[in-house]
């Protein structure tokens, strides 16, 4: 686990984090604040995200989905999947900040739809919003996988495994139970992953893995 300054506790240092991580142009800050906002008002018509993040938007979601982007720092065109996107977290923010191309897996169509109309409004020419469950998407090699609140972490890599190559990065944010759920996982995917420390949150955690998931690791321990 790599070492980790105090987690960022205001907006203000959420946002001075991001400027000094990323060095945002003045259209990725606009494009930043413009899908604040949108996420803000869709939120009154679906529930995207918990309503007592609102005030804390910008460390909770924001810098929380910006910090993914730098445990994967690889110049190039490789894909970016999202899986669970939902209100495009990390997904949106990782698209407005890098020119990666980024698919956004989602199930439910009001999301999707959400998903496409601020793309489109953004000009976020690099993102693909596929609207299926991810048993049903075609293989596509994934360079980066990431999921937020996507399923517990022996099913997401199970569901996953066959968009991973042998040089995918996998950013999982786990919360408090990264270390549980690893330790769960057969001891050849325990073997691909370390523990990083949120940036957001003290008690948060990622896991960051390198590798494929090969089928025939399935089931042994």
């Known amino acids: 686990m790599s070492d980790v300054s105090k987690p960022l506790e205001s907006e203000d240092a959420a946002r001075a ?19 604040v906002a949108k996420l803000v008002a869709e ?18 979601h924001i810098a ?15 894909l970016w999947i999202d899986l669970g996107s939902g209100a ?9 900040l890098s ?3 980024m698919l956004l897996v989602e199930s439910r ?17 690099n993102v693909e919003v596929v ?19 996507f399923a517990p972490l022996d099913k997401l890599l199970d569901l996953s495994a066959r968009f991973s190559t042998e040089s995918t990065r996998w950013l999982l944010p786990k919360g408090r139970n990264a270390v549980k759920e ?19 949150d003290a008690e948060s955690q990622i896991l960051v893995g390198s590798g494929k998931i090969a089928a025939k690791q399935r089931g042994k321990r």
């Open 109 to 125: 169509k009001r999301r999707c739809d959400f998903l496409r109309t601020v793309a489109a409004e953004l000009g976020l020419a």
């Open 131 to 149: 609207e299926a469950p991810l048993e049903r998407i075609e293989i596509r090699p994934g360079a980066t996988i990431s999921a937020r609140a």
């Open 64 to 78: 929380d989905s910006a910090q993914l982007l730098s445990f994967d720092t690889r110049d190039g065109d490789g």
């Open 88 to 96: 495009g977290l990390p997904g949106l923010v990782i698209a407005i």
């Open 43 to 60: 939120n009154d018509r679906q529930n995207l995200i918990a309503a007592s993040t609102i005030p804390t938007m910008w460390v909770r």
């Open 182 to 200: 690893l330790a769960l996982l057969p001891q050849p995917w325990q073997r691909m992953f370390h523990v990083e420390q949120s940036r957001t």
């Open 99 to 101: 020119s990666r191309p």
């Open 17 to 35: 984090w991001i400027g000094e991580a990323f060095a945002p142009t003045p259209d990725q800050w606009e494009k930043l604040d413009r899908f």
